[in-house]
């Protein structure tokens, strides 16, 4: 019998999480970049899928980036998407997009509904 991914009465969820100020060494240089990512996790509700999702990718940039201890890096959830149960479309692998741009940079322009960073107000 195939093991299942989801516990029992959980629901799934599609979680989008934004990153800004993330240090990558690219040719041996430092290079400053956003990113953006969806997880695609169980959870009892929205909150739970969401500090899940977040804690892994968390857990995934320690391994690869190399901000300053003084400089971290502003990770945030922008959007969490409960799935019907019938859901089987297709599944997000880990991985990042990642963009040029950080602080005193020019930032690429946000589509209409995305969510703002916090404190950008």
Known sequence: MPMTLFRLGWSRFLVTIDGEDCELLVDEKRTRVGF????????????????????????ELRRILVNELSDPPRVWVSAVRELERNYNGPRPRAGFTFYTGGKGQEQPERLHGEAEPPGSH
């Open 36 to 59: 953006v990512t969806t997880r695609y996790v169980s959870g009892r509700d929205r909150e739970s899928a969401a500090s899940q999702a977040l804690r892994q990718v968390q857990d």
